[in-house]
């Protein structure tokens, strides 16, 4: 790891596994740590006014890191109805049929890695490796919110309709991203999600979980 200084109230620390860190530092329940931002290669650490970011930052620097990154607890469940405009298009690409890719990529369990492109945007890893295919050529300049994805070794679930050029599997009804919710995005780092398949027709209303 490398601890840089981020202004006069913040520390950048460069990492291999950024999730992992993130979790011990959140961990540390520490007073004088405001916030702790994974990346996909860092973890920012923003602190209160006058903290002593020389000691924290020999402190987090030697942090011991846990095994995993995931919370404990059930996973969040998404329920999704596999009619993705991009399906046919990843079957082909892996060479698996329909049904395999939504198989396998129901059968993983995910973690949020991070937030990022769009409010409640979370980037999923535990995707199957089978299933990673690159992003579309021509990103669409409009997606559903809901629209559940994939690229390279991510998964994702659009929270809102914005551009994006993941490959979409999927939609589900369930609201990502709720302002009037505290907090807002209904995932965070290191919250654990199961998809589960089911038919369109037997997608619940809206729901914000």
Do not use: K, N
Not at 14 to 38: F, N, Q
Not at 149 to 160: K, V
């Amino acid at each position: 790891m490398r601890v840089l200084r981020a202004g006069d109230a913040a520390l950048l620390i460069e990492t291999e596994a950024p999730h992992r860190l993130h979790a011990a530092v959140r961990g540390l329940g520490r007073t004088e740590i405001v916030d702790v931002v994974p990346g996909a290669g860092t973890v920012l650490v923003t602190t209160a006014p006058g903290a002593d970011l020389g000691r924290l930052g020999a402190l987090l620097g030697d942090l011991p890191l846990p095994e995993t990154s995931t919370a404990s607890g059930e996973p969040l469940r998404v329920p999704v109805a596999y009619d993705g405009a991009d399906l046919d298009e990843v079957a082909s690409i892996t060479g698996l049929t329909r049904a395999q890719v939504v198989e396998r990529h129901a059968a993983a369990e995910y973690g949020v890695a991070y937030l990022g492109f769009s409010p409640g945007f979370g980037y999923l890893t535990g995707l199957d490796e089978s299933l990673h295919v690159s992003r579309r050529d021509s990103p669409r300049t409009a997606v559903p919110a809901g629209s559940v994805a994939i690229a390279g070794p991510y998964g994702a679930i659009y929270p809102s309709p914005s551009p994006g050029g993941w490959r979409l599997l999927g939609r589900t009804t369930l609201r990502l991203w709720d302002p009037d919710r505290e907090p807002p995005s209904l995932l965070q780092p290191g919250t654990r999600v199961r998809f589960e398949a089911c038919a369109a027709d037997a997608l619940p209303a809206e729901t914000r979980a």
